[in-house]
């Protein structure tokens, strides 16, 4: 345990030399002044911030590597990202039963390594047929 506070000194003393210094990122110095401020509301505000971007980036990685694991190729895909979920809009081919099960059980797994943290996919899967356009607010990922 010393030596885990030991390090952690180490690495606050090093990140006091960057901003004395003037070279610490704009990520750093943000960091420390944020935490400088006292400001328990912006802190808490920040360290949310951060957790919602760890978790979420960890959450798509984790969906597009089991949907790639199933060789699944829908014909759309769009990401509507916020905080803390992730909304999935998939196009198949007509009664293309592999992909929606790829993208059902894709976002089954994620969601039961990510759920416990309060963060999860909900998807809409449709068929080519239903000829219905990508809603605005989502981001195309395969077009």
Known sequence: MRAWFDDLIGKLRAD?????????TEG???FYNTLISGNEDEIHASARN??????????????????KSYNSHPVKLALDLSDAKILVWAEIEDNDEATEDALILAEAKANAKYSNYGF??????????DRLPVPPHYQSVIA
């Open 50 to 67: 951060s957790s919602s971007l760890y978790f979420i980036k960890n959450l798509v990685f984790d969906y597009f590597n089991e949907l």
């Open 16 to 24: 006091e030399l960057l901003l004395e210094s003037n070279m610490a």
């Open 28 to 30: 750093q110095k943000q």
């Open 120 to 129: 999860h996919i909900s998807s809409t899967i449709i068929e080519k047929s």
